[in-house]
């Protein structure tokens, strides 16, 4: 199926470039770039895992403003501000891989020549975006307008993927999995977006704190770490119980994830109340 | 028309009396047109009649051939060695058994293990509907037929089962969960509350990531995926 | 080694199926059906039953739907009657084809997808010697699941045993018959995976070991179709019927021997010899390359004989073109595009741009064990042997005679299946228990294997088959003389002694492929002796059976050729006579069911 791909020919040679990569030079061709991409998906899943937990132990640091920017200021470093550049690989990525995959299984969304193309140029263009205004810090925009578009399309995604999936006969959790992927897909996007576009929204103790007033503000940020932690922990099952089969082992490894969730919970919810 | 070609095999082996694995690597001047079941033949022939490999029909209808070239699971008997130096352009191939069951010796794995969970799936009428009043057979359209035959033409080569992200570890496979969508798909059946329970198994659709390998390398071209699909949406 | 060969443990059960074929598992689907408690084992060589070669077939099974305005069952028993060349039985004629219709719709009932017209029924479509009113006009007969007709049936009745909780041991092999007194009491197989041999004990035995023509060079048979069946029966001091009946296809695709249909030749391909001529015109100057399957394959062995041939390194084997070059391109692409993939996929060739090469392929075997009209196996003429059934290509009812139709197998594989079945449980009835295991368990088998696994000579396995493959295609192929067939006696024997020199790569038991195929080579030297004794004996020619020095059908032989060996080429021969029931009975039409000539 596959194969049936149209591919022009500059494409053409920027695959035959990237099979060069060791790894993908032996899966691509016995696999498929599906499976790649699948492997992908699963392992910038697993980074922004990493990165929330970082994130919610930095973002407590906000109880204490003064502390919160000096340790911040080592993403002043080249190096440190490429890195959370970087970031936006993953988010986006996975991202709109997570779209590609509901509108793959709910939407029978089949061309997916169309969709992967699609794909590959926002995917870019929104890290060349996130990475222009990270140098120019100059733009301003007022974040509850913005907040509040990005929770209207984000309820807009839920919804829709709710009255597709609901009567369907999957399992609860695996339907909040791509319920709660959906809500994130403009939160997320948005997110990582809003905290770049103009810079002291997203590094300044003093901005972000007042933003933080905001009960909207809270609210969603409230319901954003919710479906994340649970989106993350259930995704984190998903990949052990590939690996386990079901019985004692497998339950004890799920309880592990939901302390961690939990607990990771526990600090999210604390900054935001507290602030 | 016959070129001829130098090709190195390497071969996993594996000894079930002294439980000893290694690579062997064999070279054979092989016909272009030789088929990679009548290279092994060849082995047997002329270098080694202790390699195990297996195969039925030799001409992919059955399934019994599968094996792992270069990463790709595929049938050996449908595999061309002349086309084998272009897809995988060069003149060594690694050739390893399945990876969905045990291992009886070299390339031969123990296919009928990895059958139990096609039997695990009911893949008959559970509960077939009563028959139509004229005594005959059930009415039913083209195009209804037309939205699962692709779907009928699976061998159970566990080639997707074998390449599947999930892949063989607990996973019921590609290859089993469609054959019970084949069923849901089925108008004959009326046991679809029992198939649905089936269906939604820790180890049956949620283990598929919808990673696609399945679609890639199914030697029938099944749209494997799709049909996997499909049981997510629960529309049939 | 050899000594220490034991019976590993015993199983008991009702019913041993010897073969989960098509024709073995409708049998055992019958039995489970309807007496749900009977415990059934059934064996196969393969990894499981839907792998068994059944699944291979493509074009269709033939049945008259009794709601066809045009076609009734009698037109379909005087073409099977005409198309044996006289040589098939009355009794089963009328039995199977009367069954077929019935046997579709259980088939259908059981979930098998058949194709479908626009109104939703089961698509019909002409095959060859399928006729209308007594051979006038074409019939739409077949019944078919787009090209794989075979792998729907075996997957129905695969699945229906499976319900039904039928016990399967794949990947093993039946080696020899058991037997108390005359009656047969199951039989000691031989499991690949861990090498050890079981006895079954059973109360009624079934023979469905399906097809046996891998002893020709080229063959559409599958790799484990070695006769293992014919062989056992033969051991056992039974006879084998009719095994001069071996059905070659004019144009199988050279090597794998897989077949490229007549329908490429309905389209206009035209055969070629080496120097590009179309010879067929010399053979039938007027039907030319849609003259019968049995006049092709003649012809195009004559030409590869005169040295008109093409010789193919890669498969050591002669062959012929078929030129598909002229065909209009919305042909290629609509009309053969899948049969065509065949030629890309396993020979490299681009038949809009290239020749294609073919040679007659060894398809089927008409002949096997000797069963009556209801599949109990027959021990001479009349006697049966208590407890022991066959059905399906392994046995002979005979509904094929000497030829067979197309399409015509499928359909006795499921409808002698279930009379088999239905029979099995007429016999359970009031069959006792087998008492234990026949003192001499095992002499047959454990004789055999502990050659094999001793051997120390120096005899190459590959020369020895090829020798056989080429030896068996030359001089007990399509053409057949007298002075050839000795000379394939002579060299079988000398094979079958060699046989006993080939050095065992390793003597594990466990999955050792080496001593696994030794035993299946000995079977096919078996079996290809059995063969030349019928060829020898019939000499005239009739159906697939073709004598150069007897080219015509002579009346005198019209009976059925039994074959007995109880020892390597200590033969005797039988016959058996022909059921003319049909014309016997004096019905309508009766006149065209006497030894009437078969043209077309
Ligand atoms: C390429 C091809 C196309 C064909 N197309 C058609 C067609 O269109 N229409 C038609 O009517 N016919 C067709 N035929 C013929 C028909 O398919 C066969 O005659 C039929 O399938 C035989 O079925 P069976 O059940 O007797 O045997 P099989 O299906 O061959 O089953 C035999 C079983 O016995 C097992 N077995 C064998 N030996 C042993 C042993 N020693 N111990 C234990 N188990 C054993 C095997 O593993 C297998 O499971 C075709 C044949 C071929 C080769
Ligand atoms: C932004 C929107 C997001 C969408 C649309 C989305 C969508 C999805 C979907 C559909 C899956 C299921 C894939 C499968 O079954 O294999 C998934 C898996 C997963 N997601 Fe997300 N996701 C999003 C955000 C996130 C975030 C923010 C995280 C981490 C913090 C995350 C972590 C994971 C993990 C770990 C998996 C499991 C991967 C696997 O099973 O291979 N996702 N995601
Ligand atoms: C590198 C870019 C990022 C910056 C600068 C950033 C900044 C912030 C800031 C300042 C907040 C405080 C709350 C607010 O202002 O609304 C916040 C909250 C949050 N961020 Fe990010 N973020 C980034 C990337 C991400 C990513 C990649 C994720 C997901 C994996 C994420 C998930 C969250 C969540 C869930 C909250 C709510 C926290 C809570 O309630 O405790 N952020 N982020
Ligand atoms: S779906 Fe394709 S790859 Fe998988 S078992 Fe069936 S035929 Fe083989
Ligand atoms: S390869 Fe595996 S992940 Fe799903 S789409 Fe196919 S089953
Ligand atoms: S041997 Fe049957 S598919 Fe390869």
Redesign the pocket.
């Known amino acids: 199926m596959e194969n049936a791909v149209k591919i022009t020919r500059t494409e053409s040679h920027i695959i035959s470039l990237i099979q060069k990569i060791p790894v993908l030079s032996y899966y691509a061709p016995s696999r498929g770039w599906s499976f790649l991409i699948s492997w992908g998906h699963r392992l910038a899943g697993l980074t922004l895992v990493g990165y929330i937990f970082a994130h919610i132990y930095t973002l407590s640091l906000l109880f204490h403003p003064a502390t919160f920017d000096a340790d911040m200021r080592f993403l002043d470093h080249f190096v440190f501000s490429f890195l959370e550049w970087c970031v936006a690989i993953p988010v986006i990525f996975h991202s709109l891989n997570g779209g590609r995959l509901v509108l793959y299984e709910l939407f029978r969304v089949r061309a997916e020549e169309i969709v992967i193309r699609s794909m590959l140029i926002v995917g870019l263009l929104y890290i060349f975006i996130v990475g222009f205004f990270f140098i120019e810090k100059t733009q301003q925009i007022s974040a509850t307008l913005f907040w509040s578009i990005t929770a209207a399309v984000s309820l807009i995604a839920f919804l829709i993927v709710l009255f597709k999936i609901w009567m369907t006969g999957n399992s609860i959790l695996w339907k909040l999995q791509r319920l709660t992927g959906s809500f994130m897909f403009p939160m997320l996007i948005g997110h990582m977006l809003v905290m770049h576009m103009n810079y002291l929204t997203g590094h300044d103790s003093k901005t972000i704190l007042l933003r933080m007033e905001s009960p909207f503000i809270k609210g969603m940020d409230f319901v954003f770490i919710i479906f994340l932690l649970f989106h993350a922990g259930y995704g984190i099952f998903s990949i052990i119980a590939d690996y386990i089969k079901p019985g004692p082992v497998l339950k004890s490894l799920a309880v592990l994830v939901i302390l961690a969730m939990a607990v990771s919970a526990y600090f999210g919810i604390r900054i935001i109340v507290g602030l | 028309m016959p070129e001829s070609y130098n090709i190195i095999l390497e071969i996993s082996r594996y000894d079930p009396e002294s439980h000893l694995s290694w690579i062997q690597t064999y070279q054979v001047e092989a016909g272009g047109i030789l088929r990679f079941v009548d290279v092994l033949r060849k082995i047997n022939d002329e270098q080694d009649p202790t390699l195990a490999w297996a195969s039925s029909c030799e001409h992919a209808q059955c399934g019994s051939c599968g094996i792992i070239v270069n990463g790709k699971p595929l049938l050996a008997c449908e595999l061309l060695v002349k086309d084998a130096v272009e897809k995988f352009n060069g003149h060594t191939f690694k050739l390893k058994p399945l990876t969905i069951a045990p291992i009886l010796r070299d390339l031969v794995v123990d296919l009928e293990k990895a059958y139990d969970k096609i039997h695990a799936v009911k893949p008959y009428l559970i509960k077939p509907a009563p028959p139509n009043p004229d005594g005959d057979e059930y009415r039913i359209l083209p195009e209804r037929v037309e939205k699962y035959v692709e779907a009928t033409q699976c061998i159970n080569c566990f080639c997707c089962a074998t390449a599947c992200i999930s892949s063989h570890h607990h996973f019921i496979g590609p290859n089993a969960t469609m054959a019970n969508i084949v069923r849901l798909m089925d108008p004959r059946e009326t046991a679809k509350e029992e198939r649905m329970d089936i269906l939604y198994r820790e180890d049956g659709l949620y283990r598929c990531h919808t990673s696609k390998a399945c679609s890639f390398v199914c030697p029938k071209e099944i749209d494997v995926s799709h049909f996997l699909a499909l049981g997510k949406e629960g529309k049939f | 080694m050899g000594e220490n060969l034991t019976i590993d443990s015993t199983a008991k059960c009702d019913v041993l199926v010897?073969?989960?074929?098509?024709?073995?598992?409708r049998a055992a689907a019958q039995i489970a059906e309807q007496r749900p408690d009977t415990k059934i084992i059934a064996?196969?060589?393969?990894v499981s039953?839907q792998?068994?070669?059944?699944?291979?077939?493509?074009?269709?099974?033939?049945a008259v739907d009794p709601k066809d305005p045009e076609d009734i069952a009698i037109f379909h028993m005087f073409d099977t009657w005409k198309g044996s060349d006289c040589s098939a039985d009355q009794n089963v004629i009328k039995k199977v084809c009367a069954m077929g219709w019935e046997e579709v719709v259980w088939l259908e009932r059981h979930g098998m997808h058949f194709s479908r017209t626009e109104e939703g029924r089961i698509a019909k479509r002409p095959f060859g010697g399928h006729m209308l009113n007594f051979g006038e006009t074409k019939a739409f007969r077949?019944c078919y699941e787009a090209t794989r007709?075979?792998k729907g049936i075996?997957d129905t009745v695969w699945n229906e045993s499976l319900k039904y909780g039928v016990n399967f041991i794949a990947q093993?092999?039946?080696?020899e018959l058991l037997f108390d007194d005359d009656t047969c009491v199951g039989a000691i197989?031989f499991r690949y995976p861990e090498g050890k041999f079981l006895a079954i004990l059973a109360k009624a035995t079934i023979m469905?070991?399906?097809?046996k023509t891998r002893m020709y060079l080229v063959s559409?048979?599958?790799r484990?179709?070695?006769g293992?069946?014919l062989a056992?029966a033969l051991n056992a001091g039974l006879p084998v019927m009719d095994l001069e009946g071996v059905q070659f296809h004019p144009t199988g695709i050279v090597g794998p021997g897989?077949?490229a249909s007549e329908a490429l030749r309905g389209e206009g391909a035209i055969l070629r010899n080496k120097d590009e001529e179309p010879f067929m015109e010399r053979y039938a100057p007027t039907a030319r390359d849609l003259a019968p399957r049995d006049l092709i394959s003649r012809s195009i062995v004559t030409e590869i004989r005169e040295g008109r041939g093409i010789f193919n390194k890669d498969h050591n084997a002669h062959h012929v073109w078929l030129d598909l070059r002229h065909l209009p391109k919305e042909v290629h692409e609509k009309k053969i595009q899948e049969i065509e993939s065949f030629f890309r996929r396993f020979v490299g060739v681009d038949p809009e741009t290239d020749l294609c090469p073919v040679t007659p392929t060894a398809?089927?075997q008409m002949g096997g064990i000797p069963t009556n009209e209801f599949g109990e196996v027959q021990r001479g003429p009349q006697a049966i042997v208590p407890g022991l059934f066959a059905?399906?290509?392994?046995?002979a009812a005979s509904l094929h005679g000497l030829n067979r139709l197309?399409?015509?197998?499928?359909?006795?594989?499921i409808t002698m299946?279930k009379v088999v079945g239905k029979r099995v449980i007429e016999y359970l009835k009031d069959a006792k228990e087998p008492e234990g295991l026949p003192s001499d368990a095992g002499h047959i088998v454990f004789d055999q294997f502990s050659t094999y696994l001793a051997s120390q000579g120096n005899e190459s396995f590959a020369q020895i088959r090829d020798t056989l493959r080429n030896l068996m295609m030359e001089k007990v192929g399509i053409f057949r003389t007298e002075k050839h067939l000795l000379e394939a006696q002579e060299k079988l024997k000398e094979l079958k002694e060699k046989a006993k020199h080939i050095p065992i790569g390793t003597t594990s038991l466990k999955a050792n492929q080496n001593l696994w195929q030794i035993w299946e080579l000995n079977n096919l030297i078996t079996v290809s002796v059995a063969i030349t004794y019928g060829a020898l004996a019939r000499k005239e020619s009739r159906g697939a059976h073709f004598r150069e020095d007897y080219p015509e059908r002579r009346d005198e032989f019209n009976y059925h050729t039994l074959v007995y060996m109880p020892e390597f080429d200590k033969t005797t021969l039988g016959k058996r006579p022909i059921d003319l029931s049909i014309f016997e009975a004096k019905g309508e039409r009766f006149e065209l069911f006497d030894y009437i000539e078969r043209k077309y």
């Not at chain 3, 010897?18 to 598992?25: P, V």
């Not at chain 3, 064996?43 to 393969?46: E, I, P, S």
């Not at chain 3, 068994?52 to 099974?61: F, I, P, V, Y």
């Not at chain 3, 093993?172 to 080696?175: H, L, N, P, R, S």
Request: net charge negative; aromatic share 2%.
């Open positions: 010897i073969g989960a074929g098509g024709a073995g598992l064996l196969t060589k393969v039953p792998k068994s070669h059944t699944t291979t077939a493509q074009g269709g099974m033939a077949a007709t075979g075996m093993c092999v039946a080696t197989i469905a070991t399906g097809g559409t048979n599958c484990g179709n070695t293992d069946g056992l897989i077949l398809h089927y059905c399906g290509e392994a046995a197309g399409t015509n197998s499928l359909l006795e594989l299946g």
